[in-house]
């Protein structure tokens, strides 16, 4: 395998936190990532997005049948080409040059990557409904959110709205020493297995704006977070969807309602709002 360190030296950079750049150093983290997927994944075609100087790719190569690379930083990018040259000679290896946010995304069977911080939230969920296992690195506060069960303080919008597309688990906690430069924050691997939600929806939009709606106002019960939140969440009616969805659940505050009650809502919103 690739030694990080020398990577860093062969490109000739630091790593630039305005740019998103931390570089994951600890070659056991490295290592360790790949080893995440789930056993059910096809390692056929793997997407990294942020390549960095290819610590990481050179251990998705060594699993995968494919990687593909998306690399925004140009000097970065061409660095990946010259030093991967044989693997993408063999076909083996794709580095794109761009903005994961805006160039169009392989067709890939699983993603394993140590995300740039900043768009962190907006690659997430530019991947998540492709429906593919990902092994992702996030800030560890954002990580457990993002896998916290209703009724903690974690729970929120971010946790449902993953939940709607896979089981999401904390896999590892990784400290800010495992970086170069190191970030202002620890770290943390998640993984995502994709699954069907257990709940229909009429309209997955019309589910995600209700939840982005109620959780503005988490510390107000549901049935004024409905009634207040309609320029969000588009409902028309909302003393009608008050009234339909019962006081159980429009007594409750957002942080304790389970995915499965938005859902049922939703399911009310459509129908009483037509
Ligand atoms: C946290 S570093 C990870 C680098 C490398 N994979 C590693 O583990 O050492 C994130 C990488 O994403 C790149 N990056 C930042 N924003 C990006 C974007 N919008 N699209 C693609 N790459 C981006 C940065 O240039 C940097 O190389």
Same mark, same amino acid.
Request: charge should be negative.
């Given at each position: 395998?690739?030694?990080?360190?020398?990577?860093?030296?062969?490109?000739?950079?630091?790593?630039?936190?305005?740019?998103?750049?931390?570089?994951?150093?600890?070659?056991?983290?490295?290592?360790? @990532?790949?080893?995440? #997927?789930? $056993?059910? /994944? !096809?390692?056929?075609? &793997?997407? *990294?997005?942020?390549? =960095?100087?290819?610590? @990481?790719?050179?251990? #998705?190569? $060594?699993? /995968? !049948?494919?990687?593909? &690379?998306? *690399?925004?930083?140009? =000097?970065?990018?061409?660095?990946?080409?010259?030093?991967?040259?044989?693997?993408?000679?063999?076909?083996?290896?794709?580095?794109?040059? =761009?903005?994961?946010?805006?160039?169009?995304?392989?067709?890939?069977?699983?993603?394993?990557?140590?995300?740039?911080?900043?768009?962190?939230?907006?690659?997430?969920?530019?991947?998540?409904?492709?429906?593919?296992?990902?092994?992702?690195?996030?800030?560890?506060?954002?990580?457990?959110?993002?896998?916290?069960?209703?009724?903690?303080?974690?729970?929120?919008?971010?946790?449902?709205?993953?939940?709607?597309?896979?089981?999401?688990?904390?896999?590892?906690?990784?400290?800010?020493?495992?970086?170069?430069?190191?970030?202002?924050?620890?770290?943390?691997?998640?993984?995502?297995?994709?699954?069907?939600?257990?709940?229909?929806?009429?309209?997955?939009?019309?589910?995600?704006?209700?939840?982005?709606?109620?959780?503005?106002?988490?510390?107000?019960?549901?049935?004024?977070?409905?009634?207040?939140?309609?320029?969000?969440?588009?409902?028309?009616?909302?003393?009608?969807?008050?009234?339909?969805?019962?006081?159980?659940?429009?007594?409750?505050?957002?942080?304790?309602?389970?995915?499965?009650?938005?859902?049922?809502?939703?399911?009310?919103?459509?129908?009483?709002?037509?």
């Amino acid at each position: 395998m690739r030694d990080p360190d020398a990577l860093l030296v062969r490109a000739g950079v630091r790593g630039d936190p305005e740019r998103d750049q931390h570089f994951l150093i600890d070659d056991r983290v490295l290592d360790r @990532l790949p080893g995440y #997927l789930p $056993d059910s /994944a !096809d390692t056929d075609h &793997v997407l *990294e997005i942020g390549g =960095g100087t290819g610590a @990481l790719t050179d251990r #998705l190569l $060594d699993v /995968a !049948d494919r990687v593909t &690379v998306i *690399e925004r930083d140009p =000097g970065l990018a061409t660095f990946l080409t010259d030093e991967f040259a044989d693997e993408i000679e063999a076909g083996s290896l794709t580095v794109i040059e =761009g903005d994961a946010l805006e160039v169009p995304l392989p067709d890939f069977t699983a993603s394993v990557s140590n995300l740039p911080y900043g768009v962190s939230s907006e690659i997430a969920f530019r991947l998540l409904p492709e429906k593919r296992p990902l092994v992702l690195m996030f800030q560890q506060e954002f990580a457990e959110r993002m896998a916290a069960e209703p009724g903690t303080d974690e729970y929120g919008r971010l946790s449902v709205t993953a939940g709607h597309y896979a089981d999401v688990e904390v896999v590892e906690p990784v400290p800010k020493e495992a970086f170069s430069p190191p970030p202002a924050v620890e770290s943390a691997v998640v993984r995502t297995t994709p699954r069907e939600p257990p709940y229909e929806v009429p309209d997955d939009e019309l589910f995600m704006r209700l939840v982005r709606a109620v959780f503005t106002q988490r510390r107000k019960t549901m049935r004024n977070a409905v009634r207040n939140t309609t320029h969000i969440s588009g409902i028309e009616d909302a003393e009608a969807v008050v009234e339909a969805a019962g006081e159980d659940l429009m007594s409750k505050r957002a942080g304790n309602v389970p995915p499965e009650a938005f859902a049922r809502l939703a399911a009310i919103a459509a129908e009483v709002d037509g």
